[in-house]
């Protein structure tokens, strides 16, 4: 079974407060969903990381096939191409082309935000939780 997994980053500024969204579709109508605060970064930088995490995710479960949705054209491109233009999304792309040897089968696949509703309330719900926890440090 392919399983489904929507991901998005997002950020209050650039760089600014930001978090990623994630959300697993499983067999059954089942969903995981994940919200994770990330401190002050950039959206792109945030639209990398949530990738990263959730292939750390699927590899923790041992899911071996799934089908990646972002609204990010940066990084769907940057996956399908293997190759960034700018360089400091780099090291983000060279952790990607290592996490899918886990996988039997990969796939990613840009979609219009609109369609990514879940991942991106997910995502600013995380950017909530970094503007508490800055507060909280202030």
């Known amino acids: 079974m392919v399983i489904e997994v929507y991901i998005d980053g997002a950020s209050a ?9 994630i959300l697993i579709k499983l067999e059954r109508g089942q969903t995981e969903e994940i919200a994770l ?7 792109h930088h945030a639209e990398f990381q949530a990738l990263i995490t959730a292939m750390h995710i699927c590899i923790d479960k041992h899911y071996q096939a799934i089908s990646v ?4 054209q940066l990084v769907e491109r940057a996956v399908e191409k293997e190759y960034v233009k700018n360089k400091s999304f780099q090291a983000y792309l060279d952790e990607v082309l290592k ?29 909530q939780k970094a503007i508490q926890q800055q507060k909280r440090r202030e």
């Open 13 to 21: 500024g650039n760089p600014g407060p930001s978090g990623i969204g």
């Open 99 to 127: 996490l899918k040897s886990h996988f039997s089968l990969f796939f990613i696949k840009w979609i219009p935000s609109a369609e990514n509703k879940k991942a991106d309330h997910l995502a600013r719900s995380a950017i």
């Open 69 to 72: 949705r972002t609204d990010s």
């Open 37 to 43: 605060p990330l401190g002050s970064t950039t959206n």
